[in-house]
Nanobody
Framework: QAQLVESGGGLVQPGGSLRLSCAASGSIFSIYTMRWYRQAPGKQRELVAAIFSGGNTNYADSVKGRFTISRDNAKNTMYLQMNSLKPEDTAVYYC??????????????WGQGTQVTVSS
């Protein structure tokens, strides 16, 4: 089993920056694709960014050029650097990952979410 824990959310003014972290722990053999999702009030959860085991990345059009996803495989940690934040970026941000356990079982895991609020 593995666990994902997000941190770094908070309140920021429009135009500001935040850096989210997602730390994976537990009986981990390997982590493949890692993703950030977000869900705003009254809206469906949406994929924000993904980073593959080889380092390639994908972004939603709404965050391209403003957000940067990265990972530190040695620390089993993923990051989301968010710059030029807008009020419409306000949401709960969730970490998601495909993890193979030491028992060689692969499952998809979710973190508990961290709130990001962009407001003046």
């Amino acid at each position: 089993q593995a666990q994902l824990v997000e941190s770094g959310g908070g309140l920021v003014q429009p135009g500001g920056s935040l850096r989210l972290s997602c730390a994976a722990s537990g009986s981990i053999f390997s982590i493949y694709t890692m993703r950030w999702y977000r869900q705003a009030p009254g809206k469906q959860r949406e994929l924000v960014a993904a980073i593959f085991s080889g380092g390639n990345t994908n972004y939603a059009d709404s965050v391209k050029g403003r957000f940067t996803i990265s990972r530190d495989n040695a620390k089993n940690t993923m990051y989301l650097q968010m710059n030029s934040l807008k009020p419409e970026d306000t949401a709960v941000y969730y970490c998601n990952a495909d993890i193979t356990s030491t028992a060689r079982s692969t499952s998809n895991y979710w973190g508990q979410g961290t709130q990001v609020t962009v407001s003046s």
